[in-house]
């Protein structure tokens, strides 16, 4: 399976873990939802939704009551699939919200992750955020070191592509930083008490963890917009 497919599917089970849905609806919330989608066909999403189906991840149900689907089929038109989660494939998915390893930090697969940190435990969303961070402050070391090598053989237009680059990944750096200190002063404020440890809650709302914001007074969580997408400068 290339990386790519995999974050796909990693979506796919998280949006119908939250409510099932058809083609259609999968595809517009992934565009919508997750930018890092907002580039893909129908041929990418059906053999996708087919290997989930096979896996007993996902079972298919009729999108229509009984006449409309009959209605459809006269009309020549194919009955619209309905996609449901099962238990398997809520296990599943689960089990990949609590994977940390250095592929969540890549650009595109960290954009997936952020998108269903809402359903993630706080310490798994610190330990990927941390990654990230840790991950950018490598690249932006060796941009650094790159520019400083090259910088008198460049033109004045690349030369400010490039500090463009740097500065992109700078932002996303501070961006990362105000997450990660509103993560741990989120979790400090709800250390439970003595005698009281059972108000503690390990899976608590990304609200809890996001630093405030004008306007933002905790109606939504970061999957509802993703991540700043690294190839896109205006969502940093």
């Not at 070391?141 to 500065?167: F, I, V």
């Not at 005698?195 to 306007?215: E, H």
């Amino acid at each position: 399976m290339s990386r790519r497919s995999g974050i796909l599917e990693f979506a796919v089970l998280g949006l119908l873990r939250e409510a099932p849905m058809h083609g259609y609806e999968l595809r517009k919330r992934l565009n919508t939802s997750l930018g890092v989608f907002r580039a893909f066909s129908y041929g990418t999403l059906y053999p996708c939704l087919k290997t989930l189906v096979a896996n007993g991840w996902l079972i298919e149900e009729p999108g229509h009551a009984p006449e409309d689907a009959l209605a459809a089929s006269l009309a020549g038109r194919r009955a619209k699939i309905v996609y449901r989660l099962t238990a398997e494939g809520k296990e599943h998915f689960e089990e990949l919200l609590s994977h940390t390893g250095p592929d969540t930090w890549e650009d595109e697969h960290f954009a997936a992750r952020f998108a269903f940190f809402g359903q993630t435990e706080r310490e798994v969303r610190m330990r990927v955020l941390e990654g990230r961070r840790s991950r950018l402050e490598e690249r932006l070391e060796k941009m650094r070191a790159s520019l400083a090598r090259t910088r008198e053989r460049l033109d004045d237009y690349t030369l400010e592509l490039q500090r463009h680059g740097m500065e992109s990944v700078e932002r996303e750096v501070r961006w990362l930083n105000e997450l990660i200190e509103s993560e741990r002063a989120g979790r400090d404020q709800r250390q439970p008490s003595p005698g009281n440890t059972a108000q503690q809650d390990n899976t608590s709302g990304a609200t809890d963890g996001l630093p405030r914001r004008p306007g933002n007074r905790g109606e939504t969580s970061p999957g509802d917009s993703g991540p700043p997408d690294p190839s896109d400068d205006t969502a940093k």
